[in-house]
């Protein structure tokens, strides 16, 4: 039976006819914008709708309170939908590579280079000298492939696309062979025989999870097979452990012709150790240690645009560049623009080049300090009763899926205080704009210079000058 006070206070509901009609709503539903305000308007009072239905909302509201209600929730969505969905983060985490931050930032000349591109009618997949159709990528191919001695190169759009392709297209659906310590995973929900599987090779896993020997593949070699070896990249297998060096397996591969392809992850044309961090064998290395196919990222220790590369012989990356399956994964021109300045950088350079991730690796422990200093001077005289504000030594991190054990010398501004206010205002901080996203743990909350640049400074300072005034 009907509670008739229920479906009295129901019926107080606006009809979607009634809040399309009202001025508020009508001013912004002009013209073709009016066929998707509509569903706007229905799904806004279906969720109204709903919230009586579940007990919550204001017992006994008028039809005008309600009319109102949902008239500035129709607006609130409006405004949403025709904003920017990415907004602007201030990364204070210290994670130099943040994948959920969106990983390395663009050097200005490769936004510089994306505009033009983006702005622009580009020769993308045209000879200007011949009049004909060309090969979309080749010039900026060419740059990385003179920068890692490659005889060939192939841009496309991420690494697990490079190393599904370089699969598919060198097994044919034969055996693939694989260390049980390199079946991986990573970011989400990508996990390496997954992927191999949806190649149609048949994936043969050898050795166990900490120990590989060079006799593990040499009696997994069968005709037409193909071994690929797979750098961990974000975990270490530490204690009673075997694997076999690229440059060992590239021998065997090459005296018993079958080809090795090398995940390497990360990607690096720059040596890490100059930095103080551990060995990473810079790309030119992996090529010369007899890989056959080396696959990486282009926005992890590259520092550029979300994409992957294939380096290596060039009549397997010829064999890549006509398979149909190319297509996929292909760039456009912007992101093609963004990988070809990043590449000039490197190409240019004597020695650091200006690529924001190295740069934020490279920067001194002085500098770190001096803007610890220059936040808590201008922040520790506001800050809350019973918060106590410092500069102290830290470590950040690469992030990315790189150097996973690697602890990188840091400075944070590190706030201590009652629990429950540290973290109330760890949350606040993310709802700022732009958001400052923060490091919380059991010592406080802290941001870490390594990832704050300094022209940021100032909207660090007004992100918690605001949050710290909410609270008041």
């Not at 009295?8 to 009809?15: A, C, D, F, G, Q």
């Not at 974000?234 to 080809?259: M, S």
Request: negative net charge.
């Amino acid at each position: 039976m009907k509670d008739p006070v229920y479906e009295s206070h129901l019926s107080e509901i606006p009809s979607v006819g009634s809040v399309l009609e009202d001025a508020r709503v009508a001013v912004l539903a002009g013209g073709r914008k009016r066929s998707w305000l509509v569903r706007v308007v229905q799904r806004v009072v279906a969720e109204r709708r709903q919230m009586l239905r579940a007990g919550a909302g204001a017992a006994g509201a008028t039809r005008e309170f309600l009319l109102a209600e949902v008239v500035a929730r129709v607006g609130a969505e409006h405004d949403r939908l025709l904003a920017p969905t990415l907004r602007r983060v201030i990364n204070g985490t210290g994670v130099i590579v943040h994948t959920n931050l969106g990983r390395s930032l663009y050097p200005e000349t490769a936004v510089e280079w994306m505009r033009q591109a983006a702005l622009h009618n580009v020769d993308l997949e045209y000879v200007l000298e011949t009049g004909q159709r060309g090969h979309r990528g080749r010039k900026v191919e060419e740059k990385i492939a003179l920068l890692t001695g490659a005889e060939d190169a192939l841009l496309i759009n991420n690494n697990a696309a490079a190393v599904w392709l370089a699969v598919r297209c060198s097994t044919q659906g034969g055996r693939l062979i694989l260390s049980r310590g390199e079946t991986v995973a990573i970011g989400g929900s990508f996990r390496m025989h997954e992927i191999m599987a949806e190649t149609g090779c048949e994936l043969h896993e050898i050795g166990t999870t900490n120990r590989t020997d060079l006799s593990d593949y040499r009696e997994a070699l069968v005709p037409g097979a193909v071994v690929l070896k797979v750098h961990r990249s974000n975990f270490d297998v530490v204690g009673f452990t075997e694997e076999v060096p690229l440059a060992e397996l590239a021998q065997l591969c090459r005296q018993t012709g079958h080809v090795l392809i090398y995940d390497a992850g990360s990607g690096a044309l720059f040596p890490f150790s100059e930095l103080g961090l551990p060995d990473e064998h810079p790309l030119a290395e992996d090529l010369a240690a007899g890989a056959d196919l080396v696959t990486c990222s282009g926005d992890k220790l590259l520092g550029g645009c979300q994409a992957g590369f294939v380096l290596g012989r060039a009549d397997l990356i010829d064999a890549l560049r006509r398979h149909p399956m190319r297509r996929t994964f292909r760039v456009d021109k912007t992101t093609m623009a963004a990988a070809d300045a990043v590449l000039s950088l490197y190409l240019a350079a004597e020695d650091l080049p200006p690529v924001p991730t190295l740069e934020m690796l490279a920067r001194p422990l002085e500098a770190l300090q001096a803007a610890a200093e220059r936040l808590l001077g201008a922040l520790q005289a506001e800050a809350p009763e019973g918060w106590e504000g410092t500069a102290v030594a830290g470590e950040a991190s690469v992030g990315g899926g790189s150097f996973s054990s690697a602890a990188v010398p840091t400075r944070l501004l590190l706030w201590r205080g009652p629990k429950a206010e540290l973290e109330a205002c760890h949350a606040a901080l993310r709802r700022q704009d732009p958001a400052l996203v923060t490091r919380m743990n059991q010592d406080g909350l802290a941001v870490d210079l390594r990832t704050v640049g300094d022209e940021e400074l100032p909207l660090v300072i007004d992100a918690f000058r605001r949050v710290w005034r909410e609270k008041g």
